[in-house]
Structure formats: structure tokens, C-alpha cells
């Protein structure tokens, strides 16, 4: 008799994520990636780390404040937070920039920089820096001016009397956002083979008393205050959600502090006169041993010449030649079967033209596509608004709370409104993040007797022609009239929001994914229970919906055997006895982002006794329940194999990238100095 399964203890899902921050820090230690790159990991921690405390540990105080968490959970979850940020300095103080030094890629402080490049960098803040500096000296007529979210200042301490004789002694000053963070000087003042960089705060640092004449620079730091940054816009209660959310983002910089940065030779009279302005406790304060925000380091990884070795080879995605020859139409391709791609090792261009032949295509008479995470910049956002202009009736789908891409978002609505494109905006108090395209064709039979046509593509991952280089996902194109239907009938139910034919191969949430995986996890458990081949492998981004959680806990106890590929925040603990055992958690951590979300099941030994689905849904109670989120069959043996033998079987058996979780939550390293799965990936397609 198993024991309820209510009962298992779960993980924490923020210290969770802090552990997954963990893994992209590891890869930062490691000998075999190239120094530029482990510089770049460092640089993803700290991106990662901001939109956690943005986002999630914003949570966290909120949870704490109304007494919905239990006591301790903010100190638990901070106290991590602090450490791994403590690990992160030490790493870029102590290995990689001095690694980096070893092979002439320089950044310099004042006191290390020679006359010639002392007089460069003065030059330089009084030519570039100097004209746009305004300093505030704090007094009742010059309050504390209003900080931004992530904006990095120098709080300064002086002595001396200003222009008027009085001794007012803090100033702030903000660094220029115009200005490049990160500057390498000539090479006219630099040793040869030496490639140098000053940090623009250095540069500031360098000449903060010019900014005072007359007065003496007692002390100061940089600092940086993180805020909350959710946009808290009641749906049910706006006329017009794109105007409410237009107004939001020029409040978002300002939301609730929640972390404070500054140098750890700050005086405790500055961070704690700045904790008093933005009402943060001492926990709130992390006094970091470098430059406060090592994500604009990224900068010198973009300037930094590589004479060979310190950075990842290049690679170019391969176009699918032998599935889709360059110039073929895809519409005939697609009559005769459905094409799978697999990014970034092959490339996205596929899914550009196909857009890009719909749009230039007189018989394509419809396209309508969802946009979540396109970027500011789109080829594919052009195309739709070229295919408006051309007459045909487009309709985009436009999620304008994706985070972080709210204004880009409502940018692309407005251009293509602009053109007579039909934009909606989703279902109200649902994100749209379902990832489709639909083209509808008209064509002629044999006997020429014309029809309307179909053709699709889903994806796992995002209409983002940039962020497919280096995330991994799977997309397929289609003309299967059910798989259209189902889509047809997505974009009906959220245009119309009327209800429509229940679809027949699409699973879509918020509706049937949740409850159709728990059916289909419930057919695993039976059949371990029936002593029949039982199975689950579920690749995806994080794992924490408490049913879903729940049913692979049950199959596991009825004697299914489960492998989870989780990139992310895990809450099932693999390995307790009596729960568990049956359970393995592993991790990828690599040169490219694991994004792919795969579901295999089999609960017998009959060809008809197996499933595949690919999903633009992770396996958090969000997607389930509060997003417009599909996943789809392979119903293709050939394309099932694949996806099993390039997408599943490698991660399984990495020995390089992998980590296994364990039951108390923390990870180990799977090193066994054996292949790893993006490695092998990039041979297999010419990388």
C-alpha cells in the first residue's frame, strides 16, 4: 500500500532557483571553457540574480510582510542569495580576471594605470563623461532624488563648505545609462599584446573631487537598488489593457526596493543612510567585492579581441538541405510530409522563410501568429506587417504582459495596427504563450476546383531569431488538417473567446494539458502496477505544479520508472525511500540554454501504448491553469525516433554538462569526463 502521496516533502522553489544560479556559476570555474565565456557566465548569474529579486524574492518579501510564509523562509532564501553572491565575487576576483590578465585582457583601476593611460582616461572624462554629470547635493531644497530599478549611482561623502558656506555632506550621482560601461583604451597606451579596459565607474572614481571644487571627497561607493518590478494592472478593471500597461511601464523603474548594492568599503554610515532612504533591513544590504553589476561586463566580451581560445568556436546553424533543398516551396514540401527542427543546431532561417514565402505568396490569403517574446528588433514582426500592407489578413496575437518585453510588445501592436493588422491582446487574466503560426492558402485540386489550405508551425521556444542561437528548442512546420483545425480553433477561442470544437490533437491549457498529462501519468502507473514496461522522461525548464508533481510521485511508487531533465527549479526530491526511489532529477548546463519542453509516457509494450508530445508549457502551475499554452503530439515514428534519439537519449547520458539532483536539494556534478549532449549535437549537424 503506498502512503499519501500528499505527504512528500518538497523542495524550495526559490532556493531552487538560487541553486540552478549555482550550476551557470560552476561553469565559470570550469578549465575547459574558454576565459571570455567563463566571464560571460559570471555575467548570466548576475542578469539571472536581478530578475529574481525583480520577481521572485519580491515575492518572498511580500509573502513575509502579509504572513503567508512561514517565519524564516525570507532570512533562509536571503542568506542563500548572499552566499552565492559571495561565491561570484571571489570567482571573478580570484580566477578568472587574473586568468584573464595571464592572457592580456586587462581591466585597470586608477592606481593601476600608468601616466600615458591616466592622462588618456582624464581626456577622455572631460571630453565624454563630464558634460553629463550632474551631481546633487542633499538638502531640504535637494531631496534624495528618485533612484530607478537597477540604475547604478556614487553616494559621496564631503567636507568643506559648498557655494553658499553651508557643509551639507552627501551627494549622489548618477551614472550616465548613455555611456558604454566598459571602455577599452587605444592600443597607442596599452603594452603590446595587451588588450585594456577601464570600467566607466573607475573612470567617474578617478574624478569625483573635479565634480566638488572646493571640497573634499571624504568617501563613497557605487550603489544600485533593485525593485520589484511586476506591473500590478487589474485586468478586469481597464477600458483598455495596451494604454494601462503603456502607463505602467513608466512607473515599473519605481516599485518597491528590495535589494541594495554597494561596494564592501563603503562606509556603514553611507549603506545604512541608504537603507534608511529606500526602507530596506540590514538583510537587504550586499556589499559586493568589485563593480556593482557585472552584467555590463558583457561589454568587454563584445570588444575583446580573441587571438585564439577565449571564446566557444564559432558555429553556424545548418539549413535542413536535405529535408527542405534552398529554394523549394514549402507548401508543396509540407503537402508531402511534416518537417521537425531542432535549434540551434539547425537554424531558424527555415521558419523566417516560411513566413517570408506566406507573405510574398498571392494564394496565401491569412496569417496569424502569437507574438511573446520577438524582441524590439524582428524580421519576422516586419514580414507580418509587410503581409498587411499587401493586402492579406493578418492576425497577430500579441501578449503585452510578457515580462520584461511589455513595451516592445505594445510597439508591434501599434505598428500593426497601423497597417490594418487584426491585433488582440489575449484572454483577460491569461498570458498567451502558446508559440503559433497559421498560414491559410488557397489552392486548386486536379480538377481545379480551388479549396482553402492550412499550414503551421509551433514551436517550443519563441519567435526570437537572436535568442534561437543559443537556446535549444524544437519546432515543427505542417499541414496536417487536424493539427490546423486545433490551431484554427486556438486563434478563434482567443480572438472571439467563444467556445469552440475541443480539439483533437492539440492538449491546450488553461482547458485539458493539465488534466489530459495527469490521465496519461495515471495509464503509466497502471500499467507499473499490471507489471508492463512503465515509463516517463520529461525534459523542461522547471517543475514545480503540485498535481502534476503528485501523479509522477504516484507512478514512481506503482514501480514506473521516471527520468526528469529539469534546467531549472525542481520541487521533487528524487531518491527518498518509499517515495521516490524510482525518481532521477538531472540538469544540463551548458554553452546554450536548454529550452526544449518534451513529454514521453509509455505504459505497455504496444506501438499505440507510447506518447510524444512537444509543449511551449514547462510544468508550473502558471502554464497550466493562467496561460493559453499547447502541446502536441508526434504522431510521425521517424520524427518521434529523432526527437527521442537527439533530444532525450544525449541528456540522459551526458558526462559532461550534467547535474544530479539530489533529495536534499542540492546538485552534483555528473563528471565523468565523457561526451556531452550539446557537443555531440553540434558534431552531428557540422557545428
Not at 564559432?314 to 509540407?334: I, K
Request: aromatic fraction near 8%.
Amino acid at each position: 500500500m503506498t502512503r499519501p502521496d500528499r505527504a512528500v516533502p518538497l523542495l524550495d522553489r526559490e532556493r531552487s532557483l538560487l541553486e540552478f544560479n549555482r550550476r551557470v556559476l560552476a561553469q565559470a570555474r570550469r578549465s575547459d571553457v574558454p576565459l571570455l565565456e567563463r566571464l560571460r557566465y559570471i555575467t548570466i548569474v548576475s542578469s539571472n540574480l536581478d530578475e529574481f529579486f525583480e520577481v521572485r524574492f519580491a515575492d518572498v518579501v511580500e509573502a513575509a510582510r502579509s504572513g503567508a510564509s512561514e517565519p524564516g523562509s525570507l532570512a533562509d532564501v536571503a542568506a542563500e542569495a548572499h552566499a552565492l553572491i559571495d561565491e561570484q565575487y571571489a570567482l571573478f576576483n580570484d580566477e578568472v580576471m587574473p586568468a584573464l590578465a595571464g592572457q592580456g585582457v586587462l581591466v585597470l583601476n586608477h592606481a593601476q594605470r600608468d601616466a600615458a593611460q591616466r592622462r588618456w582616461v582624464e581626456r577622455f572624462f572631460e571630453r565624454e563623461v563630464r558634460p553629463l554629470l550632474m551631481p546633487v547635493v542633499l538638502d531640504p531644497a535637494h531631496p534624495f532624488p528618485l533612484v530607478a530599478n537597477k540604475s547604478l549611482n556614487f553616494i559621496v561623502q564631503l567636507s568643506g563648505q559648498d557655494a553658499f558656506g553651508r557643509e551639507n555632506a552627501i551627494a549622489i550621482v548618477k551614472v550616465p545609462r548613455v555611456l558604454p560601461r566598459v571602455i577599452r583604451l587605444p592600443a597607442a597606451v596599452c603594452a603590446p599584446g595587451q588588450q585594456v579596459f577601464v570600467m566607466l565607474t573607475s573612470v567617474m572614481r578617478a574624478h569625483l573631487e573635479a565634480l566638488f571644487p572646493g571640497r573634499t571627497v571624504e568617501a563613497f561607493s557605487q550603489f544600485r537598488v533593485t525593485r520589484d518590478s511586476d506591473l500590478d494592472v487589474d485586468e478586469e478593471d481597464v477600458a483598455n489593457l495596451r494604454q494601462a500597461l503603456r502607463s505602467g511601464l513608466s512607473t515599473r523603474h519605481y516599485g518597491q526596493a528590495i535589494r541594495l548594492e554597494v561596494v564592501n568599503t563603503c562606509p556603514e554610515a553611507l549603506w545604512r543612510l541608504l537603507l534608511e532612504q529606500f526602507d530596506l533591513p540590514d538583510a537587504a544590504v550586499y556589499r559586493v567585492n568589485g563593480p556593482v553589476n557585472l552584467v555590463r561586463l558583457n561589454q568587454l566580451i563584445d570588444q575583446a579581441d580573441d587571438p585564439g581560445g577565449l571564446r566557444f568556436p564559432g558555429f553556424e546553424p545548418r539549413w535542413p538541405e536535405r529535408r527542405w533543398p534552398r529554394g523549394a516551396s514549402v507548401f508543396e514540401l509540407l503537402r508531402e510530409r511534416d518537417l521537425l527542427l531542432h535549434h540551434p543546431f539547425e537554424s531558424f532561417e527555415p521558419v523566417v522563410e516560411f513566413l517570408r514565402q506566406a507573405v510574398h505568396d498571392p494564394d496565401v490569403l491569412a496569417i496569424r501568429q502569437t507574438i511573446y517574446r520577438t524582441g524590439d528588433k524582428s524580421v519576422l514582426g516586419d514580414l507580418l506587417v509587410e503581409a498587411a500592407r499587401r493586402g492579406k489578413e493578418v492576425t497577430a496575437v500579441v501578449e503585452l504582459k510578457a515580462r520584461f518585453d511589455e513595451e516592445a510588445n505594445i510597439n508591434w501592436a501599434e505598428r500593426l495596427e497601423a497597417v490594418g493588422a487584426q491585433v488582440v491582446y489575449g484572454v483577460v487574466g491569461l498570458k498567451t504563450h502558446a508559440k503559433l503560426l497559421l498560414v491559410t492558402r488557397r489552392e486548386s485540386d486536379r480538377r481545379g476546383r480551388t479549396r482553402l489550405r492550412d499550414y503551421l508551425h509551433l514551436s517550443t521556444g519563441n519567435y526570437n531569431p537572436k535568442t534561437a542561437r543559443f537556446y535549444t528548442d524544437l519546432g515543427m512546420l505542417s499541414a496536417d488538417p487536424q493539427l490546423c483545425a486545433d490551431a484554427e480553433g486556438v486563434f478563434q477561442q482567443i480572438a472571439s473567446q467563444a467556445r469552440v470544437r475541443p480539439p483533437r490533437q492539440l492538449l491546450t491549457a488553461p482547458f485539458v494539458l493539465q488534466d489530459r498529462l495527469l490521465g496519461l501519468l495515471r495509464r503509466v502507473a497502471d500499467a507499473a502496477r499490471h507489471g508492463r514496461s512503465a515509463r516517463v522522461v520529461l525534459k523542461c525548464n522547471a517543475l514545480t505544479d503540485l498535481p502534476l508533481i503528485d501523479a509522477l510521485v504516484r507512478a514512481a511508487q506503482a514501480g514506473a520508472e521516471i527520468d526528469l531533465i529539469v534546467r531549472g527549479a525542481c520541487m521533487l526530491p528524487p531518491g527518498l525511500p518509499g517515495w521516490t526511489e524510482r525518481v532521477r532529477v538531472r540538469s544540463i548546463v551548458g554553452r546554450f540554454l536548454e529550452h526544449s519542453r518534451i513529454i514521453y509516457l509509455r505504459w505497455g509494450d504496444a506501438d499505440d501504448e507510447e506518447a510524444l508530445y512537444l509543449s511551449s508549457a514547462d510544468w508550473m502551475n502558471r502554464n497550466m491553469t493562467r496561460r493559453v499554452e499547447v502541446a502536441w503530439p508526434l504522431r510521425d515514428p521517424s520524427l518521434r525516433q529523432r526527437v527521442i534519439d537527439e533530444a532525450l537519449m544525449p541528456y540522459l547520458h551526458d558526462a559532461r554538462d550534467a547535474w544530479q539532483l539530489r533529495a536534499d536539494g542540492r546538485y552534483e556534478r555528473i563528471a565523468t569526463d565523457g561526451p556531452g549532449a550539446q557537443a555531440a549535437l553540434l558534431a552531428r549537424y557540422g557545428g
